[in-house]
């Protein structure tokens, strides 16, 4: 483990610790660090705005109910990440029926054209709404926030093997809709 990292973890534990013993503005350095990128992973899970900032929401506020049950041992991200996972797998059993990424997209890459990028970013977006659930949470996890594979094993409760061996399949069922 890095040094960042490992400053990173103990900042979580220390701002957990905090919040624990009383201290309730601690809560706002754990939303602040963990805000944006729960967020992200709800919307690419979900492709809705709205979905993703109510699972944001539920997501914070029962991991603050459910503060003290965090084991400190372990990465306070592994366990916030999971319960972000697991809440939008949750909306997603709830829904009827699937939904499109509207303009939910991010700034485009250098040296492509707005319009080309905005294009692509939003037919990725329809693609990964079409894979099973625990699918796209790999790819997410991977390719949108960046993990190593023993990370989101460690998100998902799943050994980091199974972790490629979804992400092999889920690349290529990925790769088959957009080029269908």
């Not at 990440?81 to 697991?86: E, G, H, I, K, T």
Request: aromatic share 8%; with cysteine; net charge negative.
């Amino acid at each position: 483990m890095d040094e960042t990292r490992s400053a990173a973890d103990e900042c979580d534990r220390t701002l957990v610790r905090r919040y624990l013993d009383g201290e309730q503005d601690a809560a706002w350095g754990l939303v602040d660090r963990y805000q944006r990128p729960l967020f992200t992973v709800a919307l690419r899970m979900l492709g809705n705005q709205q979905d993703a900032e109510d699972v944001t929401q539920t997501v914070f506020g029962n991991a603050f109910r459910a503060l003290d049950t965090y084991d400190p041992q372990y990465r306070f991200f592994s366990w916030i990440y999971r319960m972000a996972v697991n809440e939008s797998l949750n909306a997603l059993k709830r829904r009827k029926e699937m939904v499109t990424l509207d303009d939910q997209l991010e700034i485009p890459a250098a040296g492509v054209a707005a319009d080309d990028a905005l294009e692509a970013e939003e037919q990725v977006g329809k693609a990964l709404l079409q894979l099973k659930p625990d699918d796209r949470a790999v790819v997410v996890l991977r390719h949108f926030r960046s993990l190593s594979y023993d990370e989101i094993g460690e998100v998902l409760g799943i050994p980091a093997k199974t972790v490629k061996s979804r992400l092999f399949t889920a690349r290529d069922r990925l790769r088959s809709l957009l080029l269908a």
